[in-house]
């Protein structure tokens, strides 16, 4: 705990004394970052840094984040639900996602990745669990159509995998693919091609969905997938009035970022240019 202190106070400290950065002081934001960067004040820095830096790069999912009808709209289709329970007292937080659960005459990928990052940002200034043990991420492709697969253009998938992997300060563990149509997988293989290399994070895509508790315990899911942490309407109820609570939160989120111009030291061109994307190698994902 007094770690947990010092590293909050010095980083905080930090942060009134560097001009170009414009960053949310509140305490569960920061300690969510501490916590992914195991309280090395140097490392937290950087990603912090690359947070902010990438509203740049990625507007689209990082900018203009509102709670308004739209998106609440896009929530209670059940596109992205957090179980009521973690898988465990020191446990990760899991994140079910029906990515059939939107009309695309209506909903872009943008709007689905911009409501899940401002979930797991709710959930990173509100859950303990969330900002010390990270999430596992299930994703339920079970009738996904092409027309909605089609939608997610490479460089939206790029930009969110280095947001995950570079900037985000809750911690994917491991994302699980469950109930894939056959004839989705080469539309998947091309997209997952924009990946980098090297990931962090354990990606499975499952035959059987069945084969999903091999990696965690039936009972962290909810009762529609066979476990009993329940219901997903109960979970989408429960998250919904705190969400609400962001409303004023989210409607100042422009406010804060970075000025290049006030930055002192390196210039940070070639940092956002890694984070959109644009430099290094990538591969095919092999889910055969």
């Given at each position: 705990?007094?770690?947990c ?5 010095s980083l ?5 004394k560097t ?6 002081l ?11 960067c195991?309280?090395d004040?140097e490392?937290?820095?950087k990603r912090?840094d690359a947070?902010y ?12 984040r509102r709670?308004d009808?739209h ?5 209670r289709h059940?596109?992205h ?7 465990s007292t020191?446990g ?6 029906q990515?059939?659960?939107?009309d695309?005459?209506?909903f ?5 990745y911009k409501l899940?990052?401002?979930l797991?940002?709710i959930?990173?200034?509100e859950d303990?669990?969330a ?5 596992v ?8 159509s092409v ?9 939206l998938?790029?930009?969110?995998w280095?947001l ?7 911690r994917f563990?491991?994302?699980h693919?469950?109930n894939?149509r056959k004839?989705?997988?080469?539309i998947?293989n091309?997209a997952?091609?924009?990946?980098p ?6 990606f499975?895509?499952?035959?059987k969905?069945e084969?999903l508790y091999?990696h965690i315990p ?9 476990g009993?942490?329940g219901?997903?309407?109960e979970?989408?109820n ?9 409303e004023s939160y ?7 970022g970075t ?12 940092e956002?240019?890694?984070?959109s ?9 092999n889910v055969?």
């Amino acid at each position: 705990m007094e770690v947990c202190e010092s590293s909050l106070v010095s980083l905080q400290s930090w942060l009134k004394k560097t001009p170009h950065l414009k960053v949310r002081l509140n305490r569960d934001w920061l300690l969510a970052f501490l916590h992914y960067c195991h309280f090395d004040l140097e490392e937290t820095k950087k990603r912090l840094d690359a947070f902010y830096s990438l509203k740049v790069v990625f507007p689209e999912v990082l900018m203009q984040r509102r709670l308004d009808e739209h998106l609440m709209a896009l929530y209670r289709h059940g596109i992205h639900t957090m179980p009521l329970k973690a898988i465990s007292t020191n446990g990760a937080r899991l994140v079910i996602s029906q990515f059939s659960k939107y009309d695309p005459k209506i909903f872009h990928p943008k709007d689905i990745y911009k409501l899940f990052f401002m979930l797991l940002e709710i959930m990173a200034n509100e859950d303990a669990n969330a900002r010390a043990f990270g999430i596992v991420h299930i994703v339920d492709a079970r009738d996904v159509s092409v027309e909605q697969m089609m939608q997610y253009h490479p460089s939206l998938l790029k930009k969110t995998w280095m947001l995950m992997e570079h900037c985000f300060p809750v911690r994917f563990n491991e994302i699980h693919v469950i109930n894939m149509r056959k004839d989705g997988r080469a539309i998947f293989n091309f997209a997952t091609a924009f990946l980098p290399k090297k990931i962090t994070v354990k990606f499975v895509v499952h035959e059987k969905a069945e084969d999903l508790y091999d990696h965690i315990p039936r009972d962290a899911m909810t009762v529609e997938y066979g476990g009993n942490n329940g219901y997903l309407f109960e979970a989408l109820n429960h998250w919904e009035p705190i969400m609400l609570k962001y409303e004023s939160y989210f409607a100042t989120d422009d406010n804060y970022g970075t000025n290049e111009k006030l930055r002192i030291g390196i210039g940070s061109s070639e940092e956002i240019s890694l984070l959109s994307g644009l430099n290094g190698s990538f591969r095919k994902l092999n889910v055969d």
